[in-house]
């Protein structure tokens, strides 16, 4: 019973590499999410999905790719990374109130 | 756009001592939700208020959700060490079935 599962936890990227962040869950939650955590920024949404099948762009979609494989799971991609993409990216699924995975920190450099 | 605001951004108060973090909307919201984040950890979920003027309790933490329902608090009382984190609270986005998060309070005790 693991919840929403997030990998990897933490990653160093070179500007211009490209990687897939991936989250798993396991509760058979419709809906998932990916935010990402600037300090003094709060939670920023990035892309979302609310069913298998459906994804739609949240707040701040630019340089971002995702993929609702199945029902549980939804990776998201970097296609080239750029420093302003450091940051903490959480996965969340929602049933009532969302799960949240554990994060992966991203240093771009 | 939609906005959720939260006030203070930062709160140190002793042990033992109450604490209370605002929430306030721009938009009129169907619900809130509140969450914590211990430090290096993830949001968990705290609670879920609906109704207009609900309040609701969780041992020494009170929620409150506005009559307008454009606010909310969280009042904690007697503040322990095990209470360090930073408190969120969210509310649907207007587009979309996605929360709109606030920038969190975060707070601080010392023993």
């Known amino acids: 019973n693991a919840g929403v599962t997030q990998t990897p936890k933490f990653q160093v990227l070179k500007t211009g590499q490209s990687m897939t962040l991936q989250c798993a869950q396991d509760?058979?939650?419709?809906?998932m999410y990916w935010y990402r955590q600037d300090p003094g920024m709060g939670l920023r949404l990035i892309y979302y999905?609310?069913?298998?099948?459906?994804?739609d762009k949240g707040e701040v979609p630019n340089g971002y790719n995702v993929s609702r494989l199945n029902k549980r799971e939804f990776s998201l991609r970097l296609e080239s990374a750029a420093p302003s993409q450091t940051s903490v990216y959480f996965c969340?699924?929602?049933?009532?109130?969302?799960?949240f995975g554990s994060g992966t920190r991203l240093t771009v450099v | 756009g939609q906005q959720v605001m939260q006030i203070p951004q930062y709160q140190h108060v002793q042990e033992g001592e109450d604490f209370t973090t605002y929430c306030n909307s721009s938009?009129?919201?169907?619900?809130i939700q509140w969450y914590k984040q211990r430090p290096g950890g993830h949001p968990v979920f705290l609670i879920q208020?609906?109704?207009?003027?609900e309040v609701k309790k969780q041992k020494r933490l009170t929620f409150q959700f506005g009559e307008a329902k454009k606010n909310s608090s969280l009042h904690i009382t007697a503040t322990q060490t095990t209470d360090v984190g930073t408190y969120f609270c969210?509310?649907?986005?207007?587009?979309?079935?996605?929360?709109?998060f606030g920038k969190g309070t975060t707070l601080s005790v010392s023993s």
């Open positions: 969340a699924s929602e049933l009532l109130g969302y799960t």
């Open positions: 509760m058979n939650h419709n809906s």
């Open positions: 999905s609310a069913s298998e099948g459906t994804t």
């Open positions: 938009t009129t919201l169907s619900n």
């Open positions: 208020l609906v109704k207009s003027g």
């Open positions: 969210a509310g649907p986005r207007q587009a979309g079935t996605a929360l709109i």
